[in-house]
């Protein structure tokens, strides 16, 4: 079975730091192109970033030059560090396959004073 935990959300203040970690489980995780969405309350789903099997990285403009998503392929393990974060990135993240549309639970990151 298929499975995705993410961690690592939490209350930060504006300008902070956070590293969000996702655990992929039963399925060939380097075979995938995997990326976090997040949501924040009262709307929809957006795009923050993608990396793909080679390692290429694609990145939403509005977090551009703030998180890096990385990948460790011996880990099973999927990466967010997300830098001067801002009250707008306020919104549960979740890690998935771009290609399946799957994602875990997701991890709640609040930025505020």
């Known amino acids: 079975e298929e499975q995705l935990v993410e961690s690592g959300g939490g209350l930060v203040q504006p300008g902070g730091s956070l590293r969000l970690s996702c655990v992929a489980s039963g399925f060939t995780f380097s075979f995938y192109t995997m990326s976090w969405v997040r949501q924040a309350p009262g709307k929809g789903p957006e795009w923050v970033s993608s990396i793909d099997i080679s390692g290429r990285a694609t990145y939403a403009n509005s977090v551009k030059g703030r998180f890096t998503i990385a990948r460790d392929n011996t880990k099973n393990t999927l990466y967010l560090q997300m830098n001067s974060l801002k009250p707008e990135d306020t919104a549960v993240y979740y890690c998935?396959?771009?290609?399946?549309?799957?994602r875990g639970q997701g991890t709640q990151v609040t930025v505020s004073s």
């Open positions: 998935g396959r771009t290609t399946e549309g799957d």
